[in-house]
Nanobody
Framework: QVQLVESGGGLVQAGGSLRLSCAASGRTFSNYVMGWFRQAPGKEREFVATISRSGGSTYYADSVKGRFTISRDNPKNTVDLQMNSLKPEDTAVYYC?????????????????WGQGTQVTVSS
């Protein structure tokens, strides 16, 4: 069982920045592929970014590429999402998730544990 707790959400103006953080329980964090997803009202949950177990490989949705950066600190059991140049369409609940399989994936069905989510609201 893995528990995930996100933090760092809030209200920001368009063009601003936020940094989300996700803390994971357990002693094998370095064995987990980690991902961030988001869900806007009335929409399906969508992939945002994922990072390999070592942190050496990252993948992003086209909609956030060049603006968002995913990173991880294995000794601290955390994964962060730095979000710059935010747009109103980035408004959503953001979730971090654990993928127990060895390779990163953009599919939410590949993720086994989810946090409770943190709200990000970008005003225009």
């Amino acid at each position: 069982q893995v528990q995930l707790v996100e933090s760092g959400g809030g209200l920001v103006q368009a063009g601003g920045s936020l940094r989300l953080s996700c803390a994971a329980s357990g002693r094998t964090f370095s064995n987990y592929v980690m991902g961030w997803f988001r869900q806007a009202p009335g929409k399906e949950r969508e992939f945002v970014a994922t990072i390999s177990r070592s942190g050496g490989s990252t993948y992003y949705a086209d909609s956030v590429k060049g603006r968002f950066t995913i990173s991880r600190d294995n000794p601290k059991n955390t994964v962060d999402l730095q979000m710059n140049s935010l747009k109103p369409e980035d408004t959503a609940v953001y979730y971090c998730a654990v993928n127990l399989r060895p390779f990163p994936s953009t599919l939410n069905t590949r993720y086994d544990y989810w946090g409770q989510g943190t709200q990000v609201t970008v005003s225009s």
